[in-house]
Nanobody, 119 residues
């Protein structure tokens, strides 16, 4: 079992920055990948950025060059640094972790955190 705890988020003006943190605890030795998703009411949850166990990253097109996902293995934490925030980045942000458990890829979600960007 893995627990993911999200921190960060809040209210910021357009052009500002926020940093989200996702702390993993429990049976984390099977870490495979971690991702940040976001969701606005009435819309599907969308992938924002992800990072795998080799440190390879990928980003949704609208956040490229503004968001950076990074991992701190020593702290079992994945960060999402969000710069130059835009009103359209307003959403509830979630982290998702994939961990190998035996022959399975187990998926865990952290609680959401609200990010609100005012114009």
């Amino acid at each position: 079992q893995v627990q993911l705890v999200v921190s960060g988020g809040g209210l910021v003006q357009a052009g500002g920055s926020l940093r989200l943190s996702c702390l993993a605890s429990g049976s984390t030795s099977g870490f495979k990948s971690m991702a940040w998703y976001r969701q606005v009411p009435g819309m599907l949850r969308e992938l924002v950025a992800d990072i795998d166990s080799d440190g390879r990253t990928s980003y949704e097109d609208s956040v490229k060059g503004r968001f950076t996902i990074s991992g701190d293995n020593a702290k079992n934490t994945v960060l999402l640094q969000m710069n130059d925030l835009k009103p359209e980045d307003t959403a509830v942000y979630y982290c998702k972790g994939v961990f190998v458990e035996g022959i399975w890829n187990a998926i865990y979600w952290g609680q959401g955190t609200q990010v609100t960007v005012s114009s």
